[in-house]
């Protein structure tokens, strides 16, 4: 495969529907070459292919982020094809809603293992090429769950809230390796999530933020000049936190 030096790469998971789909659209139409991280291969394809159309050199990978022993392996394979990488956008994640007192442990680990595990475990992976180059930019995508009360949110909530500190910790770390962290906290988006099993909830989805919108802001975070950076963003809908 073949790329110019001076390009700039991103990879981007969760990258087949919502957030990851429009963020990795905008960043095709800002001219961001892109690798592309989520399990629906035929989804993954299209997204690719769109971001073809608008002039970007886009590659797939399938990759399943609940198989974390895998991730940092996978991750570094894709440098290896894909280049060098400037910036990872941290998307894929998972909804789910419960009481605390009925949440099982099961599906406690495995929000946990999602939302936050996975994302250390892309870190490990992109960490040794950023600090070699001296420059990088890993944007974690959080939520407004983080930081406030939603009842019967609480393991997502929970994780977000580690992702958040996550970042903050890794930032203070990374920064001397030229390493910017940012944290993108968006409030309610319509997104598929919503029509996912483990959600159960009746919000208006009318009234939340487009992935475009959320992307658009994760684009203007992404191409600060080198020496700035915005470690943390909310992004709520004008109607409220829903």
């Not at 789909?21 to 399990?39: E, H, N, W």
């Not at 009360?149 to 393991?155: E, K, S």
């Not at 944290?183 to 487009?210: H, Y």
């Not at 020496?227 to 004008?238: D, F, K």
């Amino acid at each position: 495969m073949s790329f110019s030096q001076s390009q700039r790469r991103a990879i981007i998971t969760g990258a087949s529907s919502g957030i990851g789909k429009a963020t990795a659209l905008a960043f095709a139409k800002a001219g961001i070459d892109l690798a592309l991280v989520s399990r629906s291969a035929d989804q993954l394809e299209a997204v690719a292919q769109a971001a073809r159309e608008v002039g970007a050199l886009a590659q797939t990978y399938v990759i399943d982020l609940s198989q974390l022993a895998e991730i940092p392996t996978k991750i570094q394979a894709i440098i290896e094809d894909f280049g060098h990488i400037d910036i990872i956008v941290n998307n894929a994640g998972m909804g789910y809603t419960n009481l605390l007192g009925e949440t099982s442990l099961s599906d406690w680990q495995r929000v946990m293992d999602l939302n936050v595990t996975s994302i250390f475990q892309c870190v490990r992976g992109i960490l040794p090429q950023m600090r070699d180059r001296g420059q990088g930019t890993i944007i974690n995508v959080s939520s407004i769950a983080a930081f406030n009360t939603f009842p019967q949110w609480g393991a997502y909530s929970v994780s977000k809230a580690a992702l958040a500190a996550f970042s903050k910790v890794l930032a203070a770390e990374e920064r001397a390796h030229g390493i910017r962290v940012i944290t993108i906290s968006p409030g309610s988006v319509n997104t598929s999530i919503w029509d996912t099993e483990t959600v159960q909830a009746d919000f208006d989805r009318s009234a939340m933020l487009s992935p475009d919108t959320v992307a658009q802001t994760i684009l203007h975070a992404a191409l600060l000049p080198a020496e700035a950076v915005i470690e943390e963003m909310t992004i709520l809908s004008s109607a409220g936190t829903l």
